[in-house]
């Protein structure tokens, strides 16, 4: 079973900045899709950015050109890092990941991280 870690959540002030992390255990790190989903309180969990094996990247119309998303094969690790935080941009981050088609939902989770803009 593949494990997702994610680390790096915390209480930002609008406009900051926060990097997120997601290490994966397992050796077929480089074959899968990776991305960033969220869930605010009372909201459906969204797509925030997906990477995938070959490096094709997926933002959300909300977080493009605040937020890249980033990956090392070698590292089995994905990153988020966020900019120009926004309050709205708080919720829980989760990290996702699996052999996909397109930029469907893989299998595997992690457990979140909650992240907090608030002045």
């Known amino acids: 079973q593949v494990q997702l870690v994610e680390s790096g959540g915390g209480l930002v002030q609008p406009g900051g900045s926060l990097r997120l992390s997601c290490a994966a255990s397992?050796?077929?790190?480089?074959?899968?899709?990776m991305g960033w989903y969220r869930q605010a309180p009372g909201k459906q969990r969204e797509l925030v950015a997906a990477?995938?094996?070959?490096?094709?990247?997926n933002y959300a119309d909300s977080v493009k050109g605040r937020f890249t998303i980033s990956r090392d094969n070698a590292k089995s690790t994905v990153w988020l890092q966020m900019s120009s935080l926004k309050i709205d941009d708080t919720a829980v981050y989760y990290c996702?990941?699996?052999?996909?088609?397109?930029?469907?939902?893989?299998?595997?989770w992690g457990q979140g991280t909650q992240v907090t803009v608030s002045s």
């Open positions: 996702n990941g699996g052999v996909t088609t397109g930029w469907s939902i893989g299998p595997y």
């Open positions: 990477i995938s094996s070959g490096g094709r990247i």
């Open positions: 397992g050796s077929l790190f480089r074959i899968y899709t």
